[in-house]
């Protein structure tokens, strides 16, 4: 008997929340107000994304994020839907996707649709239906929301190409940090032929962004770009090693975000892998890490150097323990320094920095204007001179890392 | 003091005018009381509403102020009135002040902007449409109800209009209701009562909500941190939250404890099915060229092939009778597997066409096989290999000699010449002149195309474009006398 929809949604569902995704910003800016030209049709996206809800994880909620189907003919050890489970299975025809999609958008559930599936007989019929629900959305509804199309890395060129004109952002799971850790735990899974696709993307992405001679208009290709994801936690590579890996990816196919997430225990998991608690505050230092990378001027080197097993300190920021392991380079004077060495300064963000550089052409900042601007003081203290304030002595002492470190929890008598 | 007429329901309109005119007349903010109708219906009609004088001068003030103060007017703290005349006031004096943000008074206007701006995106979030009917003209009807702290339904009512343009909705709250019927935005600052509307498609939501959720990853704070528990009575999904974390732990605990499962028996076929595949990928080359590719792409000989997109092989006929070698591929030739086609490739490109030398009757090819590169941000710097890198490689540098058998090896600057006879000499020693090598064969040296690009003197750069042009006519000479 064919299951329901309703079930269906919950399987499918349950079944993509693995993928950290559900970014809808930085695409193109399109509506279908007044002035949308004919049709009108329906959605909008306004250059940032909206986050519709949160679910009790801590994560946003901002597109319908569901599997086409979660039979998959791949084996990889970390996956909920790899071929030996026995989870339940299901699968949506296109129309179904298409109509749920529209619906909970009328209701403004979501902004858009991130679609992913398993693999199903082969990678070009499972890219092929994929991309056919992009395209029924976009020129049978005229929808002109969000679309986020998960790749298939073996697909045919062609239908890539389709998928890029449909899609705002398409993404390709890297899944694990180094080759070796794929070809252990997602032995169909080939890292050649991802890395190739993530090159593809790009050269593809970067052809659509050059305006044409004739028309010097540009195409409409992947306007948000791609993203991709590793799993944090399932195979042994350390910190270093997966930062390493994040900025071959950043510098190498120019992805707008490498998305970790931490190895979660699933319904009948494999016996290769362990279910421990997943790693959340692992997982949330990378994305410090990642940022200082990517915003901050930091490289991978400078970030991993302070400890030997190439693993960031859990209980301080990443930005905080650089600064503690290079107290020579501090104190910084807000009033005169760069704005490279302003980053670097732990409890000052970017717009803070960016506050304190317009600020301070006015007249001469205080601790107090820091206050106002937004910074941390608690943070900022020892490691700033500012107008009436020096912490000379503050950055020598031995005890700095204690006034952040998380205190040891007190033992009680038993 | 002059006690000051506003409605304050976030008409900027109304503001701008008395404040305009107060300027105008020179009246002091601490001479200014502002009553507004809004926060205290009892003081209505007991203060004015300021005239502009007719000598009035114009005012300007900077763009981000207006913005700012567009903003901050829809703010229901009655300090914004104050807080804006006296900014408008100190503006006029000085100039620089929105860029001092740490200023008191320019902080507390951007803490309100921000607090406005929330609340607009919340209910951009937020609202939750229930379909009511189709209208008469076929239209599907819907409406929302929602609950904003500021005065913002005027301000965020255009982005459902341009978002929902293809149905008619209405969205009622306490501080005014806004509708669309397909042509016309209305907007209503009347207080409206709750609406009570239900929806199935809820049901659907809901059993989204709770099965995208992973219980094992349980952070209630992180949650309510972005959608406060005082929206929750108006979003349907929300009732099901309490009910999820109590259950968390428990179905963690349970995947824990469950025993490990005999796979499906599709997964045995399946299985079966990818040896099968193994054994057919395994394509046997159409000739010696693709044979060699193929062994390239595998290879592991030194660590540059781990961060590398791919190995990049020689390009051209197995029977060219000139073979180009360079030093690596570079960013572009790393993404697309083909050797010479970024911008070095095409300073290269123009070098043999002004020479007269078809790109398809050459062999292609880089001392190095893989991309050498230091990520900086959302860039790859390139990097220089190594001897022991070139020493590695020569092993395929070899394998290509052996199945080309080129008569004249153009080497493209200093690392290709390395990688060749394991020396390095200065480039004027060795550029331009042919070098015999064994097998009557003719080793030609000129710089790599990189090179050129990297002259940052545009006079520079020409000559020595015209001298590497000039360094392929006389390969092309020596091709000629060969052949004679």
């Not at chain 2, 960013?331 to 002004?354: H, K, M, N």
Request: proline share 6%; net charge positive; glycine share 6%.
């Amino acid at each position: 008997m064919r299951k329901s929809l309703a079930r269906r949604l919950a399987i499918l569902s349950d079944a993509a929340k693995y993928d950290a995704s559900c970014a809808s910003s930085g695409t193109q800016k399109r509506h279908s107000g007044p002035g949308a030209g004919p049709g009108g049709g329906l959605g909008s996206t306004e250059g940032s994304g909206i986050c519709h809800a949160y679910a009790p994880d801590g994560r946003c909620i901002s597109l319908l994020k569901i599997l086409m189907t979660n039979f998959c003919i791949y084996d990889c050890a970390y996956c909920i839907n790899r071929s030996s489970s026995n989870v339940e299975r299901a699968r949506f025809t296109p129309d179904e996707i298409v109509w749920l999609t529209t619906e909970f958008y009328r209701r403004n559930y979501i902004e858009g649709l991130f679609l992913s599936s398993g693999i199903i007989r082969s990678s070009d019929d499972t890219m092929a239906e994929m991309v056919k629900v992009a395209e029924d959305l976009r020129v049978k509804h005229d929808f002109r929301g969000y679309i986020h199309l998960k790749t298939i890395p073996e697909a045919s060129p062609h239908l890539i190409e389709k998928a890029g004109l449909f899609a705002d952002r398409l993404s390709l799971n890297i899944e694990l940090p180094t080759d070796q850790g794929l070809s252990r735990y997602a032995p169909e899974k080939k890292p050649l032929g991802i890395r190739r696709a993530m090159g593809d993307l790009r050269l593809k992405i970067e052809e659509a962004r050059e305006p044409t001679l004739q028309t010097r208009r540009r195409k409409k290709f992947a306007p948000a770009g791609q993203s991709t994801q590793m799993i944090v936690g399932a195979d042994g590579a350390n910190d270093a090693t997966i930062l390493g890996s994040s900025a071959r990816l950043y510098s190498s196919y120019s992805l707008k975000r490498v998305y970790y997430s931490a190895f979660s225990p699933i319904p009948d998991a494999s016996k290769s892998l362990p279910l421990v608690k997943p790693p959340l505050i692992r997982e949330h230092r990378l994305y410090q890490a990642d940022w200082l990378y990517r915003f901050y001027g930091f490289s991978v080197d400078e970030i991993t150097e302070g400890r030997e097993d190439g693993m960031l300190d859990l209980d301080l920021d990443p930005k905080l323990a650089w600064a503690l392991g290079n107290r020579d380079r501090f104190p910084v004077d807000i009033n005169t320094a760069d704005r490279e060495m302003l980053l670097r300064v732990p409890g000052l963000g970017q717009k803070v920095v960016k506050s304190i550089l317009s600020a301070r052409r006015q007249r001469k900042l205080t601790l107090e204007d820091l206050k106002r601007l937004g910074a941390s003081l608690r943070k900022v203290k020892p490691f700033v001179t500012a107008g009436g304030w020096s912490p000379i002595r503050l950055v020598d002492r031995s005890d700095l890392r204690d006034m952040f470190a998380p205190q040891p929890e007190q033992l009680a008598l038993f | 003091m002059r006690r000051i007429q506003i409605e304050g329901q976030g008409d900027f309109d109304e503001w701008r005018n008395a404040a305009r005119a107060l300027l105008a007349q020179g009246v002091w903010p601490d001479d200014v009381a502002w009553l507004s109708a809004w926060e205290d219906p009892g003081l209505f009609g007991e203060g004015e509403v300021p005239v502009m004088p007719e000598d009035g001068a114009r005012i300007t003030v900077p763009r981000s102020f207006a913005e700012a103060a567009e903003a901050a007017i829809c703010h229901s703290d009655e300090n914004r009135f104050p807080l804006l005349y006296r900014l408008l006031w100190r503006l006029q004096s000085s100039r620089g002040l929105m860029q001092d943000r740490a200023d008191r008074d320019v902080a507390e206007l951007s803490r309100f902007v921000k607090s406005v701006r929330r609340d607009s995106h919340k209910m951009k979030a937020f609202v939750r449409f229930k379909e009511l009917d189709t209208g008469m003209n076929g239209r599907r009807r819907f409406a929302a109800w929602f609950e904003p702290d500021h005065f913002i339904v005027a301000r965020t009512a255009p982005f459902f209009a341009r978002r929902f343009a293809d149905m008619d909705w209405l969205i009622a709250t306490p501080k005014g209701t806004a509708s669309w019927d397909g042509q016309n935005l209305a907007i209503d600052p009347t207080p409206a009562s709750k609406l009570r509307h239900t929806d199935e498609a809820d049901e659907l939501w809901r059993i989204y909500f709770s099965n995208i959720f992973n219980p094992a990853r349980l952070k209630v704070k992180a949650m309510q941190a972005e959608m406060p528990k005082k929206y929750w009575k108006n979003l349907p999904e929300a009732q099901l939250i309490p009910q999820l974390i109590a259950g968390a732990e428990e179905r963690v605990r349970a995947m824990a404890a469950a025993q490990p499962t005999l796979p499906p028996v599709f997964h045995e076929r399946l299985q079966a099915e990818w040896e099968e595949e193994k054994s057919r990928t395994l394509v046997t080359p159409a000739d010696a060229g693709a044979a060699l590719a193929q062994e390239i792409s595998a290879c592991r000989r030194c660590p540059l092939h781990g961060p590398a997109t791919q190995a990049v092989c020689g390009e051209g006929p197995l029977d060219a009778e000139i073979m180009l070698i360079g030093e690596q591929p570079g960013d572009r030739e790393d993404l697309a597997g083909r050797p010479f086609i970024g911008p070095a490739g095409q300073v290269l490109d123009e070098g043999l066409s002004q020479a007269g030398l078809a790109r398809d009757r050459l062999y292609l090819t880089n001392a190095v096989k893989h991309f050498k590169y230091e990520p900086r941000g959302k860039r790859r710097l390139h990097k220089r290999p190594d001897a022991g890198e070139v020493r590695h490689c020569r092993w395929w540098l070899e394998k290509e000699f052996e199945l080309i058998r080129p008569k004249i090896v153009v080497a493209l600057g200093g690392t290709a010449y390395q990688a060749l006879t394991g020396e390095t000499k200065p480039m004027e020693e060795i550029r331009s002149m042919p070098i015999p090598v064994d097998e009557g064969r003719m080793l030609f040296v000129t710089v790599h195309p990189a090179y050129i690009l990297r002259i940052p003197e545009p006079d520079k750069q020409a000559r020595e474009r015209q001298r590497f042009h000039e360094d392929l006519q006389a390969v092309v000479r020596l091709h000629a006398a060969q052949a004679a």
